[in-house]
T-cell receptor, first 113, second 117 residues
Framework: AQSVTQLDSQVPVFEEAPVELRCNYS??????LFWYVQYPNQGLQLLLK??????LVESINGFEAEFNKSQTSFHLRKPSVHISDTAEYFC???????????FGQGTILTVHP | GAGVSQSPSNKVTEKGKDVELRCDPI?????LYWYRQSLGQGLEFLIY????????KSGLPSDRFSAERTGGSVSTLTIQRTQQEDSAVYLC???????????????FGPGTRLLVL
């Protein structure tokens, strides 16, 4: 069965500092990877996704993630975070023909001024 | 509306009562998913619909849980004889493209927060 591991449950960081949220997956078949973000009291929103092609994917708000097949990782990075990036981030993998997602446990990113 | 909607937004019930949770997917989306988000368990897949049929119910935790979808649109998740461990946020998502590869982005609703007393 597919599994997704987010290595850090909480990541505190100061504003304008870089951040990396780590995600590893386990799968022996093709995998499609996603990062979702959940702001306080809001629903899940797709941040970015890797389906195929370029291993580096970017979001519109400055986040990027790199698919690394050899390390089975899909870490999320941002070179300079803002207070507004404070949220919970979920890594997810889909590998079936209908797109059922398996989620990691989530990482709470807290950006301090 | 343009997004996935769910109702009610909050539901408080007594142990042993039945509850119904509703999901309105984005118009035209053929795939619909239910997930559960709870402390300690994270986000768990419950069931998937393609049209009105449910090819995968493997995530439903017990036979107290059931779901249906009518007209290829609205879905209802029913929990019978609720237990305290059913307390969670129930999320619905829909997607427009299903296939191989599954390139359709899943759009999530705001969820229904269920509290069983």
């Amino acid at each position: 069965a597919q599994s997704v591991t987010q290595l850090d449950s909480q990541v505190p960081v100061f504003e304008e500092a870089p951040v990396e949220l780590r995600c590893n997956y386990s799968s022996s078949v093709s995998v499609y990877l996603f990062w979702y973000v959940q702001y306080p009291n809001q629903g899940l929103q797709l941040l970015l996704k890797y389906l195929s092609g370029s291993t580096l994917v970017e979001s519109i708000n400055g986040f990027e993630a790199e698919f690394n097949k050899s390390q089975t990782s899909f870490h999320l990075r941002k070179p300079s975070v803002h207070i507004s990036d404070t949220a919970e981030y979920f890594c997810a993998a889909g590998g079936t023909s209908y797109g059922k997602l398996t989620f990691g446990q989530g990482t709470i990113l807290t950006v301090h001024p | 509306g343009a997004g996935v909607s769910q109702s009610p937004s909050n539901k408080v019930t007594e142990k042993g009562k039945d509850v119904e949770l509703r999901c309105d997917p984005i118009s035209g989306h053929t795939a619909l998913y239910w997930y559960r988000q709870s402390l300690g368990q994270g986000l768990e897949f419950l069931i998937y619909f393609q049209g009105n049929s449910a090819p995968d119910k493997s995530g439903l935790p017990s036979d107290r849980f059931s779901a249906e979808r009518t007209g290829g649109s609205v879905s209802t998740l029913t929990i019978q004889r609720t237990q305290q461990e059913d307390s969670a946020v129930y999320l619905c998502a829909s997607s427009s493209i299903v296939g191989d590869p599954p390139t359709g982005t899943q759009y999530f609703g705001p969820g229904t927060r269920l509290l069983v007393l």
